[in-house]
């Protein structure tokens, strides 16, 4: 995570995040794709031990009671095994260590019980309650430790394992809340937060929320309730909080509404992802939250309700995991020489753009195939009469005093999931901004804003620093300067302008991988990010975008030293799913 810079909206050209803003004012956040919200598939499936100290055996570990545990002899290698009674896919675990926790360990699938696959493994592991993003399928799932934490075995309260396949969990267990009525305390309805009504929290969309209003609902305590349609049996809550979350709260039944049964309470609640196995029936559900974390209210982007019964309202479902196998777009820019870019695959963004640049991107003027199988995007000095850009230091005129190139891909490619890989030369002088990037299709579909639209920053370079390339993730929750991401450095001081190197990323539903000339360079666990960032809000559809700024906030304005002409060159882009 590496926070730069000043909040800035690359996801939009300054025209066009005007009318995006404008439409906030009249159109409420309509929902992405449903994020498909882990199911627990072990508690009360058959649990065995490579040991026991005592009564302290494997099914205590599966039987959703953490006053009991498994614990080991005090040696190492010791395993734990849980038999799912089916193939499963498996998306999550969940680790809650008693003090004699593993420092290193495995997780193992299994079709059969006899071969075993790795799905994680650590030397680092910290106790407490780890909670791993994992992905594969099996009928049997093992921890394996294989380095203890201190001199006594290895002992879990709970070792639960979640599939992310949609479907039910134990006794048939499905999301219950979905597009079920809400109700609140108070509601916010302003130009910070927008119809930030009770039911954004049960729409599945990680980018809207509910909020208590800062006329007399900013104090304690403050509430939000769903009618499940139907009584229901309630075995999991999911919280996902905007910073203003509540220390202290409850989780209540009721069957009528009006008459409340508690079924979960705490004085120490940590905000961001919080997942609540509970234990209760009713028709009505309500998290009556009774101390602020701050001088704000209460925020929810989701409340989800997991049981059986009610009357449950089925959530569309993700879009299909990529196996990176598929080449779903490519273009190697192999046109002759000075033919513009594609227009099956690009359009030109014209006009003035965003953070404070000082460029005027033209209609393709300044993109052009080279001859030589790569696209030019080309930073100039020359003015545009008659357009406006902040002040440029240099000439001291507010006419736009540079043009350059902005494409994207929307309208022409789309997509969710996939593996994004291109090969670029960067420019490379003080005051220019390459990138190649993405952002949420809805920006266009829906006039949605950013960063609520999300958007992946798979190469951005400032040529400031001239060895340093950033990957980073912008959502409602972390955006601008403190977007999810991490630099990368070029061995030995080496200048990204000087030769092309190859920018990619991994995406699927959960998580991101990014590269640099095949190096891992950041790595982005979505479970992991909802626990300590805020929401994902990575599963709709994106487009591609290719831009060489000139200055803006954050690698400032050309001075006395910047070179243009400045080249952007592109070998290929490609996609696979």
């Keep these: 995570m590496h926070a730069r810079g000043t909040p800035r909206l690359r996801g939009a050209l300054a025209v066009m995040a005007v009318v995006a803003l404008l439409l906030t004012l009249s159109v409420a956040l309509a929902p992405e794709r449903a994020v498909a919200a882990p199911v627990l598939v072990s508690q009360g499936k058959p649990a065995t031990a490579s040991s026991a100290e005592g009564p302290f055996t494997a099914p205590n570990a599966v039987d959703g009671d953490p006053g009991t545990r498994w614990s080991s002899a005090f040696s190492d290698d010791q395993w734990i095994r849980i038999d799912l009674g089916a193939s499963t896919a498996v998306g999550q675990i969940v680790l809650n260590w008693e003090a004699a926790y593993a420092k290193g360990y495995r997780i193992e699938l299994s079709a059969d019980g006899q071969q075993w696959t790795t799905i994680h493994s650590t030397t680092t592991g910290t106790g407490g309650t780890e909670t791993l993003t994992v992905s594969g399928t099996g009928r049997h799932i093992r921890l394996v430790g294989t380095e203890r934490a201190t001199p006594w075995g290895y002992s879990l309260y709970e070792f639960q394992v979640y599939s992310t396949s949609g479907g039910s969990g134990p006794g048939g267990d499905v999301l219950l809340s979905y597009g079920r009525t809400g109700s609140a305390s108070t509601s916010q309805h302003d130009s910070t937060c927008w119809q930030c009504t009770p039911d954004k929290a049960f729409d599945r969309d990680p980018a809207s929320r509910w909020a208590t209003s800062p006329e007399g609902g900013w104090t304690d305590p403050g509430w939000i309730a769903v009618d499940l349609g139907a009584p229901a049996t309630i075995n999991r809550v999911v919280l996902q909080w905007d910073p203003a979350h509540a ?116 209609d393709n003027r300044n993109a052009a195939q080279d001859g030589n199988g790569n696209l030019v995007l080309e930073a100039r000095r020359e003015p545009t009469p008659g357009s406006s850009c902040p002040r440029d230091p240099l000439s001291g005129s507010t006419t736009c005093q540079y043009t350059s190139a902005r494409l994207n891909t929307y309208g022409k490619f789309q997509f969710t999931y996939g593996r994004v890989e291109a090969r670029i030369k960067v420019s490379g002088t003080q005051g220019l901004w390459p990138a190649f990037w993405m952002l949420g299709a809805d920006y266009f579909d829906q006039g949605r804003p950013w960063p609520y639209t999300g958007e992946i920053d798979i190469m951005e370079h400032v040529g400031k620093e001239p060895n340093t390339t950033y990957s980073t993730l912008h959502a409602p929750a972390y955006h601008g300067a403190a977007g999810y991401g991490a630099p990368y450095s070029l061995p030995g001081g080496a200048n990204f302008a000087d030769d092309f190197h190859t920018f990619a990323v991994d995406w699927n539903s959960t998580g991101m991988t990014f590269r640099v000339d095949g190096r891992v360079t950041h790595r982005v666990d979505r479970e992991e990010l909802e626990r300590t960032r805020g929401p994902w809000v990575f599963d709709h559809d994106f487009f591609l975008i290719l831009n060489n700024a000139v200055g803006g906030d954050w690698p400032g304005p050309p001075d006395t030293t910047t070179r243009f002409p400045q080249k952007l060159s592109v070998d290929y882009i490609k996609v696979w799913q």
């Design 247 to 362: 220390r202290a709260y409850r989780i209540e039944v009721s069957d009528n509404g009006t008459d409340w049964r508690m079924i979960h309470q705490t004085t120490t609640g940590t905000g961001f992802k919080e997942t609540l196995n509970v234990s209760g029936t009713g028709r009505h559900v309500r998290l009556y939250a009774t101390q602020r974390s701050g001088e704000y209210g209460y925020s929810l982007w989701e409340f989800q309700v997991w049981g059986t019964g009610g009357a449950p309202i089925p959530a569309p479902p993700l879009p299909p995991e990529p196996t990176y196998d598929r080449l779903v777009f490519s273009d190697e820019f192999n046109g002759p020489a000075g033919a513009a870019p594609d227009p099956a695959k690009w359009v030109p963004e014209t006009g003035t753009g965003p953070n404070n640049e000082l460029e005027y991107y033209t």
